[in-house]
């Protein structure tokens, strides 16, 4: 009849724990939820959960390849652009149309957000942006108007040598749609350069 106990060894004792046998290790990944071996990785959150196995998430405000400076520096270059656009539209149909005021506000809210990127600052300034971007272009359209009566200079020299008396002429056309016009610009320029940064 064969014993139910291991034989015994010599100079030891028979009851002795036996070293445990390697386990075969997975070819597959170890999870981000299993259970931390003991003595596992600092970092190790109790109850399985693996925290260091996840990168921390990226900053809500970071950009990748944004740029403020370069942003500033596109939407300007868009609002006289726009402006220049503006005052050819101005001159083909020889009055002002306001709805391209809403336009300029775009482009530039545009050119600031794809270049300048998610920088809270960019959206506050599309408004003066946007504003200028209108302003010149009426002034920009007036002077062209100009240049076409008998006898006057060239757009270049009214803007320059006469741009008061272009200024006073954009002042006398200015009515209460074209201050409505000029804050829905200011609004575009803010609120394009906030949704294409965000998008």
């Known amino acids: 009849?064969?014993?139910n106990y291991p034989p015994p060894q010599p100079g030891g004792n028979p009851y002795a724990q036996q070293p445990p046998q390697q386990q075969p290790q997975s070819p597959y990944p170890a999870s981000p939820y299993a259970a931390p071996a003991p003595g596992?990785?600092?970092g190790a959150a109790p109850g399985g959960f693996n925290a260091?196995?996840?990168?921390p998430p990226a900053p809500i405000g970071a950009a990748p390849g944004g740029?403020?400076?370069l942003g500033v520096v596109a939407g300007f270059a868009a609002a006289l652009v726009a402006a220049v656009l503006y005052g050819l539209l101005i001159r083909g149909t020889k009055h002002?149309?306001?709805y391209?005021?809403?336009a300029v506000?775009?482009?530039?809210?545009?050119a600031l957000a794809k270049v300048g990127g998610r920088n809270p600052a960019l959206p506050v300034i599309g408004i003066p942006l946007a504003l200028f971007g209108v302003y010149a272009g009426q002034v920009f359209g007036i002077a062209l108007l100009m240049a076409t009566l008998p006898g006057a200079p060239g757009v270049m020299t009214i803007l320059t040598d006469h741009y008061g008396l272009v200024n006073s002429a954009w002042k006398d056309a200015m009515d209460g749609m074209d201050f409505f016009f000029y804050a829905i610009a200011a609004v575009?320029?803010?609120v394009i350069t906030k949704r294409v940064a965000n998008s």
């Open 1 to 3: 009849m064969s014993a």
């Open 40 to 42: 596992g990785a600092p």
């Open 52 to 55: 260091a196995a996840y990168a």
């Open 67 to 69: 740029n403020v400076g």
């Open 96 to 98: 002002e149309i306001g």
């Open 100 to 102: 391209a005021a809403v």
């Open 105 to 110: 506000g775009a482009l530039v809210g545009f």
């Open 188 to 190: 575009e320029g803010f």
